[in-house]
């Protein structure tokens, strides 16, 4: 089974930026790309970025213009950077395919407080 893997959380000021990593334990098959979601404690999950197979992306517009998702298809993982992070930021963060999900990685917490 394919596992994922996401790294690089942590405890940022509101304006700082971090890097999200996730690592596939060996080449995902998605029709639909990647994605990255957070879930905040109470919340639904909300998928916030997501690219294709052909490289396009799209975004939530809460995080439209901060955040950027890529991939390196290489080393099976994608990356999420996030600049200007706000309180409204801290969650979870996953990454699966959108819409056709594989088993959830454990996530990695984005807490974004002063």
């Known amino acids: 089974q394919v596992q994922l893997v996401e790294s690089g959380g942590g405890l940022v000021q509101p304006g700082g930026s971090l890097k999200l990593s996730c690592v596939a334990s060996e080449i995902i098959f998605s029709r639909n790309g990647m994605g990255w979601y957070r879930q905040a404690p109470g919340n639904q999950r909300e998928l916030v970025a997501r690219i294709a197979n052909d490289g396009s992306t799209r975004y939530a517009d809460s995080v439209k213009g901060r955040f950027i998702i890529s991939r390196d298809t290489a080393k099976n993982t994608w990356y999420l950077e996030m600049e200007n992070l706000q309180p409204e930021d801290t969650a979870v963060y996953y990454c699966?395919?959108?819409?056709?999900?594989?088993?959830w990685g454990p996530g990695t917490q984005v807490t974004v407080s002063s």
């Open positions: 699966n395919p959108p819409y056709t999900p594989i088993p």
